[in-house]
Each structure stands twice: as structure tokens, then as C-alpha cells.
């Protein structure tokens, strides 16, 4: 009789099978975490003045950082929405860094609690460079931040059966499942009482997170959303009537020839509102001047103000875009505070410097010429300056690019030599004198509308050259020769006027292309050329395709 005998194997033990559940909520566990961190720093930066939000101070650094070329692209895709698509991408970009973290954590604890620990240096520093931020609130508000994650992380970690966490409560005293023949064991799953223990840690964590930061971002945006209602402007000496007869035509969605406050576009390189106590605010002129100035609110108040309509624009705007705006100023002229410090010859280059750091600088020959008034403006349409458009006080400055001129939150005038400073986007690609060019906007009818057929249809619009004017505005509709167009009265050489041309429409049905062309104050007509906004604006006329059925 013959005995077989089992000889043991030799081949390695197989590996355990990965549990997918609690690797993905390990991954979730990693998110929510950083969910948590940012959600402590945006409520202590709404706490308290002073300290920062990780998602601003990270979201400054980006702007400051970027390449050449990206705030064309970024404005065009996103418009005035840019810094809510920047704060949502950065957000989401810590979450799922952090997810991975998380995912790495389950296995060795000193990946996230390193990963975790270098977030919050990457946030210190950026947050070190901000003019408005105090050092010693921007440390604590870190610590507390990543202090929080990572005690989250590493309770809702534990209930994902990492192999540094204590065994489960309960173990089975049964026999070992088998692992089937020739295959990998299989690694239990999480059991019911990690998962139920990981679904209540979480959503504690996400509900907190929501709260905490909804709290938070409500209170950095909201305390000082408005100027204070103590904020009173004097009548100014050289006040303005309203919009005389003339000056705004009667037509059916053409853009309004003041734009009112609420509707003002507003395009800057500030995540939040810098909020400034004009009680404590001060203006400094200093440089190439003879002595230095430094005026308080109530100053500015008692020196004699005026009222100007001007239009200003974005340099980014693009050919029929949305990004400039007529508004009735009110302030300083901006030579009477020159003239109190007195410009060397050197002074050259007028720099303004915001309360966040911002700065931007133009010719000073460009405020000294007599044609036109550039102003400290305290007022806007009536009220004091809203505090998304500079409260308590910015330049204003006619014909030229904002990001060359008007200076919001204004702090400083600096006189230096031409070649001595750029502001803050020239390095970036953009140029350093910036005229605002001739444009012109088609408002009504919309692309794309279906219009009546035999109906007569007003075509109608703004067009702008400050400050050169607008002299004539005209209309070729499908290609053909250009037909003059009626403008309102100009309120000045500084503002856009409102154009209409009224059209039959055929009875025939099909598509019709209206183009539209300005010409400026001196006779130069717009030019059909089309370029991007960089470096120095938008060039091309504005077309819409529109259907008559």
C-alpha cells in the first residue's frame, strides 16, 4: 500500500486583497479635513481683523504669481466671476490634495501629518505677504487651522482600520476562512461598527465645515460691506445737475448713460473687500515732491469738491464686452493735492498704492495736462464710494486703463522717475501706457434674436473714446455701406454716448449681421484690426448675427 504524502509549499503567501471601502473613506476622510482647516480660517479671518484666510492668502499668491497672458484668459472665461472660480478651484484643489493624503494616511500616519504640516507653511507665508495681515494672528490662525484637520483626520482614519489604529472591539473566535485555492486571501471589509462610527465622524465634520465657513466668509465680506452711515459728503462746490434732456436716449435695452452702483462693473486684484476705517485712514504723497503730504478723510472732505461724469474701463474687456461703466464722480482734482507737495522735475511717474498692496502707475504729465481733471474721488453716482469700488477713497483718472490709473482703496501717491517703478501688472505682460482705446458695444437687439419680419427694429448701443469723444457713430448691416447713427448729447469728452439706428426688418426670413464702428472726438475712426486685450486693450468691431422670421 502506497502512502501519499502533502509536502508543505514553498510559494509565497498570497496578498491580501485592498478594501476598497475604506480606502475610499480614507480618501473622503483626507477631504473633509482640509475642508475643516479652511472652514477655522475663514472663520477667524471674519472673527477677527487681522487674520487670514488660507483660501485669500493662497489665492493672492496665485494672482501675484501668475504668468503672462492668464488674467486675459481668466477674465474672458469668467468675467467679474474670476475671484469666485479662483476661490472655488483653490478649495477644491485642497480637497483633493488632502483626499490623497488622507488615502496615504490609512497605511502611515506621517504622510498627511507632514503633508498637512507643509500646507500650513505654504499658507503662513503667503499670508506673511499681505500689507493688511498681522503676523502673530496669521501663526495662530494657521496652527488652529491645521490643527484642526489633522485631529479630524486622525479620528475619522481610525474608524478605516488603519495599521496603526487599535483592533476592533470585537473579534471573531471562529475558524479563519479559507483562502480560495490558488488566489489571494480575502482582507475583511470594514465591518458595520468602523462604518457607522466613520458616517457619524464625517458628516459631523462636513456639517461643521459648512457652518464654520459659511460663518466665516459672511462675516469677512459683510462687516464692512458698505461705507459707515456716518460717511456724509458735502455739497460740492462745483456740483453737477442731472442728466440733462439729450444726453440719454429713449431706447429699449441700450445700456443706461450712468450705470448705477449695484451694477457697476468691478474688476481687481482683491479676493475680499479690503475694509478701511476712514476715522483711522490716512493718504501719504511722497517721492519726488518737495515735502510730504499726508491728508486724512476729514481733509479731503474740506477741500473743495467737484462732480465729473467720466467713463472708465477694464483693458481686458473685450471687443462687446461688459467691463466699463459712466459714473458721476465726485472728489478732489488730483492737482490741488499735487500742487500742495510739490512735483520735482524727476517726478515723472505717478504711482498710486492700494491698502492690499496693489499699485499702479501712469505718466504725471498725463494729471498735469489742463484738457482733462483726473480726481481723488470720495463719491460715486451721489453716495460715498461703495466699498467694492475703493471706499474710502481712489483715483480716477480720464482716458486712461484702469490698471494703469485708478488706483481703489487708495493709500499713497508715490512720484518716481518713468523707468524707476512698475505697477503691478506691467511685469506681467501688459502695457505701461494704456490710453483707452476707441470702442463701441452693440446692446440691442441681442445676438442671436428673432426678430418680426416687416417690423421696424431700433438697433442701438454705447460707444466711448475717453477723453477724446465720440464724434460719430456708425452701422453696416449684412456688409453694406455704413449708415450714420443718431448719438445722444455728449455729457462730456470723458463719457460714452448711446447710439440708435432704427431698421426695417424684410419680410423674408433669414439671418442678418449688424456691425458697428465709432469714430473719436478728432476724426479717427475705430479700427477694424482685431487683437486680444493684452497688452494694451481690445481692438475690432463688434458684430451680432440675428434672425427675422
Same mark, same amino acid.
Request: proline residues 9%.
Given at each position: 500500500?502506497?502512502?501519499?504524502?502533502t509536502?508543505?509549499?514553498?510559494? #509565497?503567501?498570497?496578498?491580501?486583497?485592498?478594501?476598497?471601502?475604506?480606502d475610499?473613506?480614507?480618501?473622503?476622510?483626507? %477631504?473633509?479635513?482640509?475642508?475643516? %482647516?479652511?472652514?477655522?480660517?475663514?472663520?477667524?479671518?471674519?472673527?477677527?481683523?487681522?487674520?487670514?484666510?488660507?483660501?485669500?492668502?493662497?489665492?493672492?499668491?496665485?494672482?501675484?504669481?501668475?504668468?503672462?497672458?492668464?488674467?486675459?484668459?481668466?477674465?474672458?472665461?469668467?468675467?467679474? $466671476?474670476?475671484?469666485?472660480?479662483? =476661490?472655488?478651484?483653490?478649495?477644491?484643489?485642497?480637497?483633493?490634495?488632502? %483626499?490623497?493624503l488622507?488615502?496615504?494616511?490609512?497605511?502611515?500616519?506621517?504622510?498627511?501629518?507632514?503633508?498637512?504640516?507643509?500646507?500650513?507653511?505654504?499658507?503662513?507665508?503667503?499670508?506673511?505677504?499681505?500689507p493688511?495681515?498681522?503676523?502673530?494672528l496669521?501663526?495662530?490662525?494657521?496652527?488652529?487651522?491645521?490643527? $484642526?484637520?489633522?485631529?479630524?483626520?486622525?479620528?475619522?482614519? @481610525?474608524?478605516?482600520?488603519?495599521?496603526?489604529? $487599535?483592533?476592533?472591539?470585537?473579534?471573531?473566535?471562529?475558524?479563519?476562512?479559507?483562502?480560495?485555492?490558488?488566489?489571494?486571501?480575502?482582507?475583511?471589509?470594514?465591518?458595520?461598527?468602523?462604518?457607522?462610527?466613520?458616517?457619524?465622524? @464625517?458628516?459631523?465634520?462636513?456639517?461643521?465645515?459648512?457652518?464654520?465657513?459659511?460663518?466665516?466668509?459672511?462675516?469677512?465680506?459683510?462687516?464692512?460691506?458698505?461705507?459707515p452711515?456716518?460717511?456724509?459728503?458735502?455739497?460740492?462746490?462745483?456740483?453737477?445737475?442731472?442728466?440733462p434732456?439729450?444726453a440719454?436716449?429713449?431706447?429699449?435695452?441700450?445700456?443706461?448713460?450712468?450705470?448705477?452702483?449695484?451694477?457697476?462693473?468691478?474688476?481687481?486684484?482683491?479676493?475680499?473687500?479690503?475694509?478701511?476705517?476712514?476715522?483711522?485712514?490716512?493718504?501719504?504723497?511722497?517721492?519726488?515732491?518737495?515735502?510730504?503730504?499726508?491728508?486724512?478723510?476729514?481733509?479731503?472732505?474740506?477741500? #473743495?469738491?467737484?462732480?465729473?461724469?467720466?467713463?472708465?474701463?477694464?483693458? @481686458?474687456?473685450?471687443?462687446?464686452?461688459?467691463?466699463?461703466? =459712466?459714473?458721476?464722480?465726485?472728489?478732489?482734482?488730483?492737482?490741488?493735492?499735487?500742487?500742495?507737495?510739490?512735483?520735482?522735475?524727476?517726478?515723472?511717474?505717478?504711482?498710486?498704492?492700494?491698502?492690499?498692496?496693489?499699485?499702479?502707475?501712469?505718466?504725471?504729465?498725463?494729471?498735469?495736462? #489742463?484738457?482733462?481733471?483726473?480726481?481723488?474721488?470720495?463719491?460715486m =453716482?451721489?453716495?460715498?464710494?461703495?466699498?467694492?469700488?475703493?471706499?474710502?477713497?481712489?483715483?480716477i483718472?480720464?482716458?486712461?486703463?484702469?490698471?494703469?490709473?485708478?488706483?481703489?482703496?487708495?493709500?499713497?501717491?508715490?512720484?518716481?522717475?518713468?523707468?524707476?517703478?512698475?505697477?503691478?501688472?506691467?511685469?506681467?505682460?501688459?502695457?505701461?501706457?494704456?490710453?483707452?482705446?476707441?470702442?463701441?458695444?452693440?446692446?440691442?437687439?441681442?445676438?442671436g434674436?428673432?426678430?418680426?419680419?416687416?417690423?421696424?427694429?431700433?438697433?442701438?448701443?454705447?460707444?466711448?473714446?475717453?477723453?477724446? %469723444?465720440?464724434?460719430?457713430?456708425?452701422?453696416?448691416?449684412?456688409?453694406?455701406?455704413?449708415?450714420?447713427?443718431?448719438?445722444?448729447?455728449?455729457?462730456?469728452?470723458?463719457?460714452?454716448?448711446?447710439?440708435?439706428?432704427?431698421?426695417?426688418?424684410? $419680410?423674408?426670413?433669414?439671418?442678418?449681421?449688424?456691425?458697428?464702428?465709432?469714430?473719436?472726438?478728432?476724426?479717427?475712426?475705430?479700427?477694424?484690426?482685431?487683437?486680444?486685450?493684452?497688452?494694451?486693450?481690445?481692438?475690432?468691431?463688434? @458684430?451680432?448675427?440675428?434672425?427675422?422670421?
Amino acid at each position: 500500500m502506497t502512502t501519499k504524502t502533502t509536502t508543505p509549499s514553498t510559494s #509565497p503567501a498570497p496578498r491580501a486583497l485592498p478594501d476598497r471601502g475604506a480606502d475610499l473613506a480614507a480618501f473622503a476622510a483626507g %477631504g473633509l479635513a482640509a475642508a475643516l %482647516g479652511v472652514a477655522v480660517g475663514e472663520l477667524m479671518a471674519g472673527l477677527v481683523s487681522g487674520a487670514p484666510s488660507l483660501v485669500i492668502a493662497i489665492g493672492d499668491a496665485v494672482i501675484e504669481n501668475q504668468p503672462p497672458g492668464a488674467k486675459e484668459f481668466v477674465v474672458e472665461l469668467f468675467g467679474e $466671476a474670476d475671484k469666485l472660480a479662483l =476661490n472655488v478651484g483653490i478649495i477644491i484643489t485642497s480637497i483633493v490634495i488632502a %483626499g490623497f493624503l488622507g488615502l496615504a494616511g490609512r497605511r502611515r500616519w506621517s504622510v498627511p501629518l507632514v503633508g498637512f504640516l507643509v500646507a500650513g507653511a505654504v499658507g503662513l507665508g503667503a499670508a506673511l505677504t499681505r500689507p493688511l495681515i498681522d503676523p502673530v494672528l496669521a501663526v495662530i490662525t494657521i496652527a488652529l487651522a491645521i490643527g $484642526a484637520a489633522l485631529v479630524a483626520l486622525r479620528v475619522m482614519l @481610525s474608524f478605516t482600520a488603519p495599521a496603526w489604529a $487599535a483592533p476592533p472591539p470585537e473579534t471573531s473566535t471562529g475558524p479563519a476562512p479559507l483562502a480560495d485555492a490558488g488566489g489571494p486571501s480575502p482582507r475583511p471589509a470594514m465591518p458595520d461598527w468602523q462604518r457607522r462610527r466613520f458616517l457619524q465622524a @464625517s458628516g459631523g465634520v462636513a456639517v461643521g465645515s459648512v457652518v464654520l465657513g459659511v460663518l466665516g466668509r459672511n462675516l469677512l465680506t459683510g462687516r464692512v460691506s458698505t461705507p459707515p452711515s456716518t460717511a456724509q459728503l458735502p455739497v460740492p462746490a462745483a456740483g453737477l445737475p442731472e442728466v440733462p434732456a439729450g444726453a440719454a436716449l429713449d431706447v429699449d435695452g441700450i445700456t443706461p448713460i450712468v450705470v448705477p452702483n449695484d451694477d457697476f462693473y468691478r474688476i481687481d486684484t482683491a479676493l475680499v473687500t479690503p475694509r478701511v476705517d476712514a476715522t483711522s485712514w490716512t493718504m501719504r504723497v511722497f517721492g519726488e515732491v518737495d515735502r510730504e503730504v499726508t491728508l486724512t478723510y476729514d481733509d479731503l472732505l474740506a477741500m #473743495p469738491l467737484f462732480e465729473q461724469y467720466v467713463t472708465i474701463a477694464c483693458v @481686458s474687456n473685450k471687443v462687446g464686452g461688459d467691463l466699463v461703466g =459712466n459714473a458721476l464722480w465726485t472728489g478732489v482734482d488730483l492737482r490741488e493735492v499735487l500742487d500742495m507737495a510739490g512735483v520735482k522735475p524727476a517726478g515723472e511717474q505717478l504711482v498710486g498704492r492700494s491698502v492690499d498692496g496693489f499699485t499702479a502707475g501712469f505718466p504725471t504729465s498725463w494729471a498735469m495736462d #489742463p484738457d482733462r481733471r483726473p480726481m481723488i474721488a470720495v463719491g460715486m =453716482n451721489g453716495q460715498p464710494l461703495p466699498q467694492d469700488h475703493g471706499f474710502p477713497a481712489r483715483l480716477i483718472v480720464p482716458g486712461l486703463y484702469g490698471y494703469v490709473s485708478a488706483t481703489k482703496w487708495l493709500k499713497e501717491i508715490q512720484l518716481t522717475g518713468w523707468d524707476d517703478f512698475n505697477g503691478y501688472w506691467v511685469p506681467l505682460g501688459w502695457a505701461k501706457e494704456a490710453p483707452i482705446l476707441t470702442q463701441s458695444r452693440i446692446d440691442t437687439p441681442r445676438r442671436g434674436a428673432t426678430l418680426a419680419a416687416g417690423t421696424t427694429v431700433p438697433i442701438g448701443g454705447v460707444a466711448w473714446a475717453p477723453d477724446r %469723444g465720440v464724434s460719430k457713430v456708425e452701422l453696416s448691416i449684412d456688409g453694406g455701406e455704413w449708415q450714420t447713427a443718431e448719438i445722444s448729447d455728449p455729457l462730456n469728452d470723458a463719457t460714452w454716448v448711446q447710439w440708435v439706428l432704427p431698421w426695417q426688418a424684410p $419680410a423674408e426670413t433669414g439671418e442678418h449681421r449688424f456691425e458697428v464702428r465709432a469714430t473719436d472726438g478728432t476724426g479717427v475712426v475705430q479700427t477694424s484690426e482685431v487683437t486680444s486685450p493684452a497688452p494694451d486693450g481690445a481692438r475690432g468691431h463688434h @458684430s451680432i448675427t440675428v434672425k427675422v422670421a
